[in-house]
């Protein structure tokens, strides 16, 4: 007898339930202390659960960390992403400019979310060789979606006409990195205020006689 599908969706609910509480432990312990701190005992402790549990649900510390990078971009980021690039099209009528603000706000609003945890996993794309895959495979989807914005700018505005695809998208990808959000959010600068100031300096690279300032 096969099992009841109702005891087969508690218990899928329940191994759900154990690795979301797992990914908030590791988001936890990360935040509070550091990579030195970051061990899967610390996890485990934090989550609630044994520890091969940790390693039944990721086969290592750098699979976990690839899962923290997933569950913080859930959500919004990913569902404002899909929005603004979903509507980039030939034949829309959109302004390519307005979806471009919108990607440059989603990418300020998620590195603003988790600051601290988010700089410290990018940080340790240095030091650990998985971490630094994950965290490259992200920037590369980030760049493939600037691209797609890029060309269908340039087609639109004619312009700037001296710049290569690349060379463009290159300077968006630098401009919606975490490490230019992080460096111009300073101490003081809001989220907000840092979308408002990358979004400016973006038209300005894109449009001719487009201000700087406000």
Known sequence: ???????????????????????????????????????????????????????????????????????????????????????????????????????????????????????????LAGLDPEVEGAVSARDAKRRAGLRVLVIQLIDTLGHPVDASIEDVTDLLHTLTSFETFDALAGRSRSPEDVAALLIRVAHAALVADAPVSA
């Open 1 to 123: 007898m096969s099992p009841r599908p109702y005891r087969l969706g508690r218990r899928e609910a329940a191994v759900e339930d154990t690795r979301a509480r797992i990914l908030a432990g590791a988001r936890d312990v990360l935040g509070e202390h550091g990579f030195a701190g970051f061990t899967i005992d610390a996890v485990a402790d934090r989550a609630g659960v044994a520890r091969m549990t940790v390693y039944y649900q990721f086969d290592s510390k750098g699979a976990l960390l690839d899962a923290l990078l997933d569950a913080l971009a859930a959500g919004s980021l990913v569902d404002r992403l899909h929005t603004s690039l979903g509507r980039v099209s030939p034949v829309t009528r959109i302004d390519p400019l307005d979806v471009l603000d919108e990607f440059i706000a989603a990418f300020v609003g998620f590195w603003a979310s988790d600051r601290v945890v988010i700089r410290r996993l990018r940080s």
